[in-house]
């Protein structure tokens, strides 16, 4: 992180652009996935995409750590480039599937409702 002179003999750091588009990047995700999973799957399917993302953001960094020591820092932004691009194919090709799983949603009855006397 970069260190900013507040006063003299104080440091802080500011905040990271990449810091904040990851969590911009998990907002998206959550709200996607409350958007598409039933009501009574919500709370495993947020469980799910926790474990994946962290675990995903674990082993990116220790990949990168490999390729930074073997091939230099240039080769480890060329990996994440083409790891975001093969993301962004991979989030293409999956739209029909997608829109097929919330017209399903849409025209499924609601599980939250209940009906009593």
Same mark, same amino acid.
């Given at each position: 992180?970069?260190?900013?002179?507040?006063?003299?003999?104080?440091?802080?750091?500011?905040?990271?652009?990449?810091?904040?588009?990851?969590?911009?990047?998990?907002?998206?995700?959550?709200?996607?996935?409350?958007?598409?999973?039933?009501?009574?799957? #919500?709370?495993? !399917?947020? +469980?799910?995409? *926790?474990?994946?993302?962290?675990?995903? /953001? &674990?082993?990116?960094? $220790?990949? %990168?750590?490999?390729?930074?020591?073997?091939?230099?820092?240039?080769?480890?932004?060329?990996?994440?480039?083409?790891?975001?691009? #093969?993301?962004? !194919?991979? +989030?293409?090709? *999956?739209?029909?599937?997608?829109?097929? /799983? &919330?017209?399903?949603? $849409?025209? %499924?009855?609601?599980?939250?409702?209940?009906?009593?006397?």
């Amino acid at each position: 992180p970069r260190q900013v002179q507040v006063d003299e003999g104080t440091a802080a750091t500011a905040p990271d652009l990449g810091q904040g588009l990851t969590a911009y990047l998990r907002f998206l995700q959550q709200a996607l996935l409350d958007h598409l999973a039933p009501a009574h799957r #919500l709370n495993e !399917a947020q +469980a799910f995409l *926790s474990a994946a993302t962290t675990t995903g /953001a &674990a082993a990116g960094t $220790a990949i %990168a750590g490999f390729v930074i020591d073997g091939w230099g820092l240039t080769a480890s932004f060329g990996g994440a480039a083409a790891g975001a691009a #093969l993301a962004a !194919a991979i +989030a293409l090709a *999956s739209q029909s599937h997608w829109r097929a /799983a &919330a017209e399903r949603l $849409a025209t %499924a009855p609601s599980s939250d409702s209940v009906s009593g006397p």
